[in-house]
């Protein structure tokens, strides 16, 4: 089954032909830069199944947990749509609001609270870590 992806503009369309692998969220200090102040949420795929159409800008950085991590948008509207890790470049992780069905894969772990903020509300139904936890694959 192809899952569907893109950017809020539709400049970026991303096809899939896997199912995830994992979902997490996380609430790193890059996250919330990324997710507007809330966490991110993001879906783990096998890089090779994923297939993007339309130009997608990365920019760099090293991540809390240490990890060099590149992150890809829409430049056009500005969506984060990707982010891989530079020492795991077989696994994508997409954005779950990216995705044509947000319901895809509900998170499994919720990772760096204790970077988030105190307003921050943590579902206590799902496994909670205060920062990072070991890679998908
Ligand atoms: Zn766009
Ligand atoms: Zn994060």
């Known amino acids: 089954m192809t899952h569907l992806a893109g950017c809020l503009c539709r400049a970026v369309r991303i096809e899939i032909e896997a199912e995830p692998m994992a979902a997490?969220?996380?609430?790193?200090?890059?996250?919330?830069?990324?997710?507007?102040g809330s966490a991110?949420?993001?879906v783990c795929f096998p890089s090779e199944q994923v297939r993007t159409t339309g130009e997608v800008?990365?920019?760099?950085?090293?991540?809390?947990?240490?990890?060099?991590?590149?992150?890809?948008?829409?430049p056009a509207c500005g969506t984060p749509l990707f982010s891989v890790a530079e020492a795991r470049p077989h696994l994508v992780?997409?954005?779950?609001?990216?995705?044509?069905d947000?319901?895809?894969?509900?998170?499994?772990?919720?990772?760096?609270?204790?970077?988030a903020p105190a307003w921050a509300c943590h579902?206590?139904?799902?496994?909670?870590?205060?920062?990072?936890?070991?890679?998908?694959a």
Not at 59 to 72: C, F, L, W
Not at 93 to 100: K, N, S, V
């Open 24 to 36: 997490r969220m996380c609430w790193c200090r890059q996250c919330q830069y990324l997710g507007g």
């Open 40 to 42: 991110t949420v993001n």
């Open 57 to 74: 800008r990365w920019h760099e950085s090293v991540a809390d947990s240490g990890n060099v991590m590149r992150r890809g948008f829409c």
């Open 93 to 100: 992780f997409i954005r779950a609001g990216a995705l044509d």
């Open 102 to 115: 947000p319901n895809l894969k509900a998170p499994e772990a919720i990772i760096w609270t204790e970077a």
């Open 123 to 136: 579902d206590p139904d799902v496994p909670q870590f205060p920062a990072q936890i070991p890679p998908v």
